[in-house]
């Protein structure tokens, strides 16, 4: 059984750069046609998805974040890394990694098959 651990700072400043990791156990994050996702749920609103890293090391991104955000791996780590750059009070969320099969919906969170437990990230100076 593939799970997923999100970890990084919990509070970011205002400008600065959110970096979270999901570290991968159970499944590599290599393993054919899978996406790797990073999903965040803003306080009082629906998930959000913000972007992927394919199997294939490939990445896709929310066209309303991609000018901000980042996705890599370690493979040697078994790990996938969101950045997220010039943050602002609106990003404050609970931000979890999950996987899902190729061809998978975007939004179509039910048919996603892993999920980390979320982390909390809040933006305040």
């Known amino acids: 059984q593939v799970q997923l651990q999100e970890s990084g700072p919990g509070l970011v400043k205002p400008s600065q750069i959110l970096s979270l990791t999901c570290t991968v156990s159970?499944?590599?994050?290599?393993?054919?046609?899978?996406?790797w996702s990073w999903i965040r749920r803003p306080p009082g609103k629906d998930r959000e998805w913000s972007g992927y890293i394919a199997s294939s090391g490939a990445t896709y991104y929310s066209p309303s974040l991609q000018s901000r955000t980042s996705i890599a791996r370690d493979t040697s780590k078994n790990q996938f890394t969101l950045k997220l750059n010039s943050v602002t009070p609106e990003d404050t969320a609970v931000y979890s990694c999950a996987s899902a099969p190729r061809f998978t919906r975007l939004a179509g969170f039910s048919e996603y098959d892993s999920w980390g437990q979320g982390t909390q990230v809040t933006v305040s100076s």
């Open positions: 159970g499944g590599s994050i290599t393993a054919d046609s899978y996406y």
